[in-house]
């Protein structure tokens, strides 16, 4: 198990990946949508990385802040969605349009939450980005990147983009070879054969409300 | 999660329950991978009762008041110890180049980097390794058996269990005599180790509708990566129109911007299977 810490990963994972591009604060409109994938993934973690390394309060674990800087920066860039169709498996079709809404809704602010508390656990690792292999063509490009730490074997976390009209979006997130998108599936189809699609997001509900008292935003 | 602890006669438990449990209690199998999930989850949940006792706040004391340079040091001292058997295990896989890698790395960092608290070997382009006897005899192509959940150790598949104890004294081979010091240094890898977990541990409480199932399939999944050096890269399946195994998915599809609260409309018919393709 000792290796498990892999997963410190975990925690660099979603919160650190990828995504915001620098111009595009908020009302800085869509500049840089033709970024390629692999400058995303390392702009946004570095810029998200920097600004929690220098920031206090929110190594000193404010969640709130962390939220904020991670819906601001790092959101833009994910296809929930497309995450959340493929953590749920093939229960996804039977859900109407309404609980696929719901599912995506809770899932986002399940691993908005979980991720941006375990960024404030960053120190000082240091992560090194391989360059992306992908032609014009490609609609998929997996960005590889790797964590050191003093004393441990380094941890691989790749990000797997996705092509659209607004840039490239993030999709999957990969520590040590397991995909922690996929890996909620067997989960949550345990939560499906028990209570069904509803079961499922009641379910994701009451855990985001057991993390914050505040209501669950998304 | 909780994970190593201390070693020897807990072996000599673990084994015995281990051979019990293999051969009996058969419960409703939900998973292929775990036959055994009764067992596993009462003993994942003594694991934590252990854990959240005596284990995790010798290791909350350790984080909070150790500088980090002298943890870095700890984690490098017991790296290097690490490596001889990373070794040993990387020759015994016919990987001769990583083999003598781990050779180099111990060389180096043993006499340049003073017992191994200082990682040079890293430095000079030397990566750490991570193998060990169960991945060895993966490798070889034993096959893993079920996951199983030891007492005190955690998370593990039956072949790795049995293999345990081999491990640990394998880990072991810079033999220091004197009990002592010996216990003491084990203490302190314990502790060590728990430390690194922190973070993890919070993370799969707060992330995690099951805790039990997610680390579980985290494990398997990660276990057989390492045993093969890598998997083969995932293929994604889309669960809109029907297509089974999209891999990867088709350009993105008319040009949809695809912004959340877009579908992922690529119709077609058929049926998917419902495993990620790593499988």
């Known amino acids: ?218 | 999660m909780n994970n190593n602890s201390s070693p020897r006669h807990t072996t000599l438990a673990a084994i015995a329950l281990c051979l019990m449990l293999a051969a009996g209690c058969t419960t409703r199998i939900a998973n292929p991978d775990d036959p055994l999930e009764r067992y596993n989850r009462a003993m994942f949940g003594f694991n934590e009762t252990v854990d959240r006792a005596a284990i995790r706040p010798v290791a909350e004391a350790y984080d909070a008041t150790m500088p980090p340079p002298v943890r870095t040091g700890v984690g490098n001292f017991f790296g290097n110890v690490g490596d001889v058997w990373n070794g040993v295990n990387n020759l015994l896989q016919g990987k001769f180049r990583e083999g003598l890698s781990d050779g180099a790395r111990f060389g180096l960092n043993s006499t340049l980097g003073i017992l191994g608290v200082f990682d040079v070997a890293s430095e000079f382009g030397l990566p750490k390794s991570d193998e060990d006897f169960g991945q060895t005899l993966g490798r070889w192509g034993v096959g893993e058996g079920a996951y199983f959940v030891v007492p005190f150790f955690g998370p593990r598949t039956v072949r790795d269990a049995a293999v345990l104890p081999i491990d640990m004294y394998g880990d072991n081979v810079w033999g220091v005599s004197d009990v002592a010091a010996r216990n003491s240094l084990t203490a302190l890898r314990l502790v060590h180790g728990r430390a690194n977990l922190l973070g993890i541990d919070k993370t799969l409480e707060e992330g995690t509708l099951d805790k039990y199932s997610y680390a579980r399939d985290f494990y398997l999944q990660q276990r057989r990566y390492r045993v093969h050096d890598g998997s083969p890269p995932q293929e994604y399946e889309d669960f809109n129109g029907g297509d089974g195994a999209i891999s990867p998915p088709a350009p993105a599809s008319g040009g949809a911007a695809a912004t959340d609260a877009d579908e992922f409309q690529q119709g077609s018919g058929g049926s998917g299977d419902d495993r990620p393709a790593t499988r």
């Not at chain 1, 674990?61 to 929930?80: A, Y």
């Not at chain 1, 079961?199 to 935003?217: C, E, N, V, W």
């Open chain 1, 1 to 218: 198990m000792k290796k498990l810490f892999l997963s410190l990963c975990l925690l660099l994972a979603i919160g650190a990946s990828a995504a915001a591009d620098p111009a595009a604060a908020p009302g800085a409109g869509a500049t840089a949508t033709l970024m390629a994938p692999d400058a995303l993934v390392r702009d946004v973690s570095s810029d998200v990385l920097a600004i929690v390394r220098d920031d206090h309060a929110i190594r000193a674990g404010d969640t709130g802040r962390v939220v904020d800087l991670v819906e601001e920066k790092v959101l833009p860039h994910f296809n929930f969605r497309r995450m959340t169709m493929l953590a749920v498996g093939k229960d996804w079709r039977q859900a109407t349009p309404e609980q696929q809404n719901e599912l995506v809704n809770a899932f986002r602010t399940l691993l908005v939450r979980t991720y941006s508390n375990a960024l404030t656990q960053y120190r000082n690792q240091v992560i090194e980005y391989k360059p992306a292999r992908f032609g014009a063509a490609d609609t998929t490009v997996r960005v590889q990147t790797e964590v050191r730490q003093a004393g441990a074997q380094p941890i691989n976390i790749d990000y797997v983009l996705e092509k659209t009209d607004r840039g490239w979006k993030v999709f999957d997130v990969v520590v040590a070879g397991v995909s922690l998108v996929t890996n909620y599936r067997g989960t949550f189809t345990q939560e499906i054969r028990a209570g069904g699609i509803d079961g499922l997001i009641r379910s994701l509900h009451a855990k985001t409300q057991d993390l914050s008292g505040s209501p669950a935003r998304s």
